[in-house]
Nanobody, 119 residues
Framework: QVQLVESGGGLVQAGGSLRLSCAASGSIISFNTMAWYRRAPGKQRELVALISERGSTNYADFVKGRFTISRDNTKNTVYLQMNSLKPEDTALYYC?????????????WGQGTQVTVSS
């Protein structure tokens, strides 16, 4: 059964840093491309960063040079190190597979973790 639990969000000032963690069930991290997504109020959910089974990474243009995605297969955990945070980074952050997991006929999403960046 799929389980994804995000943590590490919080309130920070612009220019600050946060490290998000995603604890996954089973061997999800080892056998899937994993990604961080985010959803800000009034905006569509968007892909932030991904890491493949081989460890290759890719980032959205709006976080390149500031965010770093990594994984620990032994701990079944995906991380997102966020530096130089901006107010526009404020959003609910989720981790998931690429493509996202499905529960019955709907896309599965965990509770996410809230990141709020003040100016």
């Amino acid at each position: 059964q799929v389980q994804l639990v995000e943590s590490g969000g919080g309130l920070v000032q612009a220019g600050g840093s946060l490290r998000l963690s995603c604890a996954a069930s089973g061997s999800i991290i080892s056998f899937n491309t994993m990604a961080w997504y985010r959803r800000a109020p009034g905006k569509q959910r968007e892909l932030v960063a991904l890491i493949s089974e081989r460890g290759s990474t890719n980032y959205a243009d709006f976080v390149k040079g500031r965010f770093t995605i990594s994984r620990d297969n032994t701990k079944n955990t995906v991380y997102l190190q966020m530096n130089s945070l901006k107010p526009e980074d404020t959003a609910l952050y989720y981790c998931n597979r690429v493509p996202p997991f499905r529960l019955n006929l709907s896309t599965y999403w965990g509770q996410g973790t809230q990141v709020t960046v003040s100016s």
